[in-house]
Structures are given as structure tokens and as C-alpha cells.
């Protein structure tokens, strides 16, 4: 069973309002933002990776669907499988700990269980956010709104790539990889200025594609426009097949928004360091997602992203 196939069969059961039809990657209940995420041994992350990362990872991957609704962290529920490995749970728990104390996520409860001699880990978290304002949901895109990208895209996908060639590669790409960074107060900041927003966790392209599909309309990315470190154009290259390899990798937790022409967000007072780019534009007609090379259109490449599917055994997986 694919992942969409899942997803249809539970909207006869999840039929609240606040599961806004499961359309998005949150539930909005009574003014909080609700989003619940679970990473597995060799889907979304290595058996070599260490067991703080993997910790971290597991708190940030939620905390950045809340950073896609501009909700602010209120508290977590924490679903532990323990390994029989004392050392690596317990490096474990000090990387879900270091997340929680830097962006003050509390953790309330949650519940664990022992797995069988083993089997992979598996883990889950909850993560509950106070909502804003204004909570652009994936659905709210406008005809015309523009597309902004913020944070760099490929990085993390990367940082794979050397890992699986060497399990001992280090450097910034390994670091986004393993330590991925919610970005929480960008979100905050665009949150009641854009139509629609939503983190980007399976690869641009799937996730641009999935906010048209929830607005009902068509969006069109200029591969040329997405932003790229400059550690992935010094070990990739910045050239088309380096771009479409940036915009389907996934695992990225940067952010995607749907913000009205007329409200440019490069004169908004953001945090040092920001980086954003326009990168397209939601439109009325046309194919679901058009792609182009500045004014020359760039066919779709045969994945879009990463979409669960059973059996599957590929590493970066849905985190949405």
C-alpha cells in the first residue's frame, strides 16, 4: 500500500474538523497545532548514526511541521523504544533532551516499550504547538501568491550521499543531515503574511506539488531560483542535474510559502543569517507542477520526492 493510499483510507476515520481533512501536516484543535512524526532504523535515518543525532532529529523533524504553521512549542509526548542498548538509549534521550532545552519544548509524557532483540528502532513524538494568529494551512494558496523558499534545499540529502560512501564523513552537509535545524521564528514572522505554508520535509518539488493539489491550483518553480548552500554547490555542483538532485531529496525541514505578490518578505525585519528566494508562483491553469530552467521548461524527473510506500526500503522518508 502507498502512503496517499493510507492516507485516503483514514479520512473516513478522521473526520473532525480539526484534522482538516488530513491535508496538512497538523491538526489545528482549539487553538493549538498538533503534528506527530515517527523515524525508523534505515528509513530515516542510519544504523550508523549516532544515537544523540538520531534524538535530536526525532524532536527537530516534528518541531519543524509546527515552524510550517508559525505555532510556537508548547509541550511533547514522547514515544521510546528501548534497544537493549543502555549506552545508545541513553545517548539517545541526551539528544532529545538537547533539542527540547534549545527551542523549549517540554516534554509531558508519552510512553515506552522494549523491542525485540534486533529489531530496528523505532520512535515517535508529538509535538504540540500554541497556534498564532494566523494559521496558513497548505490549503489557503491564492492564484498568483508567490513561492518562497526559505532555508537551503539539498543539504541534508547530500550529507546521505557521503555517509552511505563513507560512514565516517563529517563535515557541514553530514551536520545538516544529522542535526537538522526548525525553523521556528521564520516561521512565526512569515506566518501572518502568507497564504499558505508548510514545511519541506520529502522534497520540494512533491511538497510544492502537494500545496497546489490542497489549494486547487497549478504551481510553477524556476529550478534556476532555488537556494543552495555553498557547501552543496562545492561538492555537487550548482548545474541542473545538482538542482532537481536539491529539489527532491527531502529531508531538508526548510520552509515553503504562499505569500501575496504585493507583500515582498526581503524588507521584513528577519533573523541574521536568513536565507529565502522566490522560486515560483501558484497559478489558476496548467499542469499540477511545471518546472523550468529560467524561460526554457524543464520536464519533471520520474520522482518528485519520497512517498511511503510498503516494502519500501529507501532511506529518507516521509517525515510530514
Not at 154 to 160: E, I, N, Q, T, V
Not at 198 to 220: F, T
Not at 233 to 239: F, L, Q, V, Y
Amino acid at each position: 500500500m502507498r502512503e496517499a493510499q493510507a492516507i485516503q483510507r483514514l479520512r473516513r476515520i478522521a473526520t473532525s474538523p480539526a484534522a482538516l481533512g488530513l491535508k496538512d501536516d497538523t491538526a489545528v484543535l482549539d487553538g493549538l497545532v498538533l503534528t506527530h512524526d515517527s523515524i525508523a532504523e534505515g528509513v530515516h535515518f542510519l544504523s550508523t548514526d549516532t544515537a544523540a543525532s538520531v534524538g535530536w532529529k526525532l524532536v527537530a523533524v516534528n518541531l519543524s511541521d509546527l515552524a510550517g504553521k508559525g505555532a510556537t512549542p508548547a509541550g511533547a509526548l514522547l514515544s521510546l523504544a528501548l534497544s537493549g542498548d543502555d549506552a545508545w538509549d541513553m545517548s539517545f534521550l541526551d539528544g532529545v533532551e538537547a533539542a527540547c532545552e534549545s527551542y523549549g519544548l517540554p516534554l509531558l509524557g508519552g510512553d515506552t516499550i522494549a523491542l525485540p532483540t534486533g529489531a530496528p528502532r523505532v520512535f515517535g513524538l508529538t509535538a504540540i504547538g500554541r497556534a498564532g494568529e494566523r494559521v496558513p494551512l497548505r490549503s489557503g494558496g491564492k492564484a498568483g501568491d508567490v513561492l518562497w523558499a526559505i532555508g537551503t534545499l539539498g543539504d541534508s540529502a547530500a550529507g546521505l550521499e557521503l555517509l552511505r560512501l563513507d560512514p565516517a564523513s563529517t563535515g557541514p552537509l553530514v551536520d545538516v543531515y544529522r542535526r537538522p535545524v526548525p525553523l521556528i521564528a521564520l516561521g512565526q514572522a512569515l506566518a501572518p503574511l502568507a497564504n499558505a505554508m508548510m514545511d519541506v520535509s520529502d522534497g520540494l518539488l512533491l511538497d510544492a506539488m502537494r500545496m497546489a493539489e490542497a489549494s486547487g491550483l497549478s504551481a510553477e518553480i524556476d529550478i534556476d531560483a532555488i537556494p543552495l548552500s555553498r557547501a552543496f554547490i562545492a561538492e555537487r555542483s550548482g548545474d541542473l542535474a545538482a538542482r532537481l538532485f536539491a529539489a527532491t531529496g527531502g529531508d531538508d525541514y526548510a520552509l515553503l510559502a504562499a505569500i501575496p505578490a504585493d507583500i515582498d518578505p526581503l524588507r521584513l525585519s528577519l533573523p541574521s543569517g536568513t536565507t529565502i528566494a522566490r522560486i515560483g508562483c501558484l497559478v489558476a491553469e496548467g499542469p499540477r507542477l511545471a518546472l523550468s530552467s529560467g524561460e526554457t521548461p524543464v520536464p519533471l524527473p520520474e520522482h518528485l520526492g519520497h512517498e511511503h510506500r510498503s516494502n519500501s526500503s529507501a532511506p529518507m522518508a516521509d517525515r510530514s
